[in-house]
């Protein structure tokens, strides 16, 4: 569908074609609501952002098509700066399985329109003119009058802007290489490697399900002294948990802006709301949005739906972030406290620590715990 062909009116318009935008969509569909869904990019495969780590909860809550799935992943390896000795972890569970994305926003988007989502490809939403929304495409502008706006679009919303709801302050930015690798003896593994001088204010990690390497670093964008690319270029060289892989030379580069600033509080007003990094639903933390992005988007198709069906004034008052925001206290927290590891030698002294049964079942709970996003009441 181009924008000449977008319907004029619908009752539900979404921006962005991730996996928050097409959940929210398709479940509005299948509640028998008419839904445009607008992405700008012209197909699902191109310029994606995640690494597409999926935790336990989220596999056993939601029905991911499980060849879009790679291998589950029961270790995670601490490394301090200076890859000196790791701490190993290892869980009795399937803990993780990296999703293959491509393919998964092609499986989304097939249910979806499966379930009557109307999907323009090349469209961006270009704003709000007086009492319609405004899409453009290769073929120029079409308004779009909808009762209802839901803002996809990332952690930088322009939706938020023209609805007036708050913005994402607090983003780390990251960057990551993809790509094929042969199944080896060792089992799958996450590990992550705890140096401000190479990922300031988070980590660099390496994924190696026996199928694919994820190689990346994330940060604080103005901390990284050669900039997020050379960071990257530099952890790639000795990064850990590739024994005798050899780094292709055609590799995928993904690559974003994360909110880690917690649950915006105005996620809704009277005219639309926002959903997955538009309304910062990532963990402050782990910096993880999968999980939050699909349970945020099932309390918003939710209230979404009351709306349309009751049209009562003010039926999205009850999409509040500020009242689940009050249960991200103690991750906030945290992240403040990574935010002030600013030296390899404050990194490294937190691993004696990890070393000792107190600290392992610490990072048990954070790695391996059954908490999910808070389910809204």
Same mark, same amino acid.
């Given at each position: 569908m181009t924008a000449r062909d977008v319907p004029a009116t619908v009752d539900v318009l979404v921006v962005g074609a991730g996996l928050a935008g097409l959940h929210t969509a398709t479940l509005l569909a299948r509640r028998g609501h008419e839904v445009l869904l607008v992405e700008r990019r012209p197909g699902f495969t191109g310029a994606i952002r995640t690494t597409g780590i999926f935790v336990r909860k989220t596999l056993d809550d939601f029905p991911l098509p499980p060849d879009c799935l790679g291998p589950p992943i029961r270790r995670v390896v601490l490394h301090p700066p200076g890859r000196g000795r790791p701490v190993t972890l290892d869980s009795a569970r399937d803990e993780f399985r990296v999703g293959d994305m491509a393919p998964l926003y092609l499986a989304a988007a097939r249910t979806a329109?499966?379930?009557?989502? !109307?999907?323009?490809?090349?469209?961006?939403?270009?704003? !709000?003119?007086?009492?319609?929304?405004?899409?453009?495409?290769?073929?120029?502008?079409a308004r779009v009058r909808a009762r209802f706006v839901v803002g996809a679009d990332g952690a930088r919303s322009r939706v938020a802007r023209d609805l007036g709801l708050d913005r994402n302050r607090a983003l780390l930015v990251g960057a990551e290489e993809v790509f094929a690798v042969p199944g080896g003896v060792e089992p799958p593994a996450f590990h992550c490697v705890l140096d401000p001088s190479l990922a300031p204010g988070y980590l660099a990690w390496v994924v190696n399900d026996g199928r694919h390497a994820h190689v990346g670093v994330a940060?604080?964008?103005?901390?990284?002294?050669?900039?997020?690319?050379? $960071?990257?270029?530099? /952890? $790639?060289?000795? $990064?850990?948990g590739l024994p005798g892989v050899d780094r292709p030379?055609?590799?995928?580069? %993904?690559?974003?802006?994360?909110?880690?600033?917690?649950?915006?509080?105005?996620?809704?007003?009277p005219d639309g709301l926002l959903v997955g990094d538009a309304a910062g639903a990532v963990s402050p933390l782990t910096a993880g949005g999968l999980d939050p992005c699909l349970r945020l988007s099932e309390h918003a198709a939710d209230v979404l739906d009351d709306a349309l069906r009751t049209g009562r004034p003010g039926a999205l008052a009850?999409?509040?972030?500020?009242?689940?925001?009050?249960?991200?206290?103690?991750?906030?927290?945290?992240?403040?406290?990574?935010?002030q590891v600013?030296?390899?030698?404050?990194?490294?002294?937190?691993?004696?620590?990890? !070393?000792?049964?107190?600290g392992q079942a610490a990072a048990? %709970?954070?790695? /391996?715990?059954?908490?999910?996003?808070?389910t809204p009441r």
């Amino acid at each position: 569908m181009t924008a000449r062909d977008v319907p004029a009116t619908v009752d539900v318009l979404v921006v962005g074609a991730g996996l928050a935008g097409l959940h929210t969509a398709t479940l509005l569909a299948r509640r028998g609501h008419e839904v445009l869904l607008v992405e700008r990019r012209p197909g699902f495969t191109g310029a994606i952002r995640t690494t597409g780590i999926f935790v336990r909860k989220t596999l056993d809550d939601f029905p991911l098509p499980p060849d879009c799935l790679g291998p589950p992943i029961r270790r995670v390896v601490l490394h301090p700066p200076g890859r000196g000795r790791p701490v190993t972890l290892d869980s009795a569970r399937d803990e993780f399985r990296v999703g293959d994305m491509a393919p998964l926003y092609l499986a989304a988007a097939r249910t979806a329109a499966d379930a009557g989502v !109307r999907i323009a490809l090349g469209t961006r939403y270009a704003g !709000r003119r007086d009492d319609a929304f405004v899409v453009t495409g290769a073929d120029g502008p079409a308004r779009v009058r909808a009762r209802f706006v839901v803002g996809a679009d990332g952690a930088r919303s322009r939706v938020a802007r023209d609805l007036g709801l708050d913005r994402n302050r607090a983003l780390l930015v990251g960057a990551e290489e993809v790509f094929a690798v042969p199944g080896g003896v060792e089992p799958p593994a996450f590990h992550c490697v705890l140096d401000p001088s190479l990922a300031p204010g988070y980590l660099a990690w390496v994924v190696n399900d026996g199928r694919h390497a994820h190689v990346g670093v994330a940060g604080y964008a103005h901390r990284f002294p050669e900039g997020l690319r050379g $960071a990257l270029e530099r /952890f $790639a060289v000795s $990064a850990p948990g590739l024994p005798g892989v050899d780094r292709p030379l055609d590799v995928e580069r %993904r690559g974003g802006p994360i909110p880690v600033g917690g649950l915006l509080r105005r996620i809704g007003g009277p005219d639309g709301l926002l959903v997955g990094d538009a309304a910062g639903a990532v963990s402050p933390l782990t910096a993880g949005g999968l999980d939050p992005c699909l349970r945020l988007s099932e309390h918003a198709a939710d209230v979404l739906d009351d709306a349309l069906r009751t049209g009562r004034p003010g039926a999205l008052a009850r999409y509040d972030g500020g009242a689940l925001r009050a249960r991200f206290r103690g991750r906030l927290a945290l992240r403040h406290g990574l935010a002030q590891v600013r030296t390899p030698a404050m990194a490294a002294a937190a691993f004696p620590l990890l !070393r000792t049964p107190f600290g392992q079942a610490a990072a048990r %709970r954070v790695l /391996f715990g059954d908490r999910s996003f808070p389910t809204p009441r």
